[in-house]
């Protein structure tokens, strides 16, 4: 078991909004689809890092260093995107997360729990958060590196990018979904 694993298990929505981290707000709701337009705003930035690795002619329109990798920061936008799609949904039902991991557990409690998610997508957002403080952290110790230890450093980043990639476009996709399912606010 993991830090945030067990972060989760002794952790309940109560616990959140008695520290004032998870709040029913009224009003929130109406700030729904602004928190999903900055989700779209990141996934279109995701893209765009993404794409920057592998297009020779952009590179040097942009002017950027060959030694520059975007995969750091397609693990960050992509988490962006995939938690700002989550806050929407808690503000749909009134409510505003001020913590990561308050938010992971309303998710559960609120949707996961009441069969409106899979878990599987609860499971994406939870492992794109490791894997953005995994490559934060890989960003640091970059440096200290030996070039050969580098290189297989930028190999594993760029895999977790691909697959941060696919993964907050299901989700902030699949959030689009829940979002129709459960109505506005006003409903």
Do not use: C
Request: no cysteine; aromatic share 10%; hydrophobic share 40%.
């Amino acid at each position: 078991m993991n830090r945030f694993t067990g972060e989760l298990m002794v952790r309940s929505v109560q616990w959140f909004e008695e520290r004032r981290l998870l709040e029913k707000t009224p009003f929130i709701g109406r700030l729904s689809p602004q928190y999903m337009e900055k989700a779209r705003y990141n996934l279109t930035t995701m893209s765009i890092l993404s794409q920057i690795d592998d297009n020779k002619e952009a590179r040097k329109i942009l002017d950027v260093p060959e030694w520059y990798l975007s995969s750091q920061w397609v693990v960050i936008t992509g988490y962006y995107a995939m938690y700002m799609a989550a806050l929407s949904s808690l503000a749909r039902i009134n409510y505003r997360s001020k913590n990561h991991t308050a938010t992971v557990v309303a998710m559960k409690t609120f949707f996961v729990k009441k069969e409106l998610l899979e878990e599987k997508y609860l499971d994406m957002l939870k492992n794109v958060q490791l894997e953005k403080e995994r490559v934060e952290q890989l960003e640091i110790v970059r440096e200290r590196r030996e070039i050969a230890q580098y290189s297989v450093t930028k190999d594993t980043t760029r895999e977790l990018a691909l697959k941060t990639r696919d993964d907050a476009y299901d989700f902030v996709n699949r959030i689009d979904v829940l979002l129709d399912e459960i109505g506005s606010v006003e409903d």
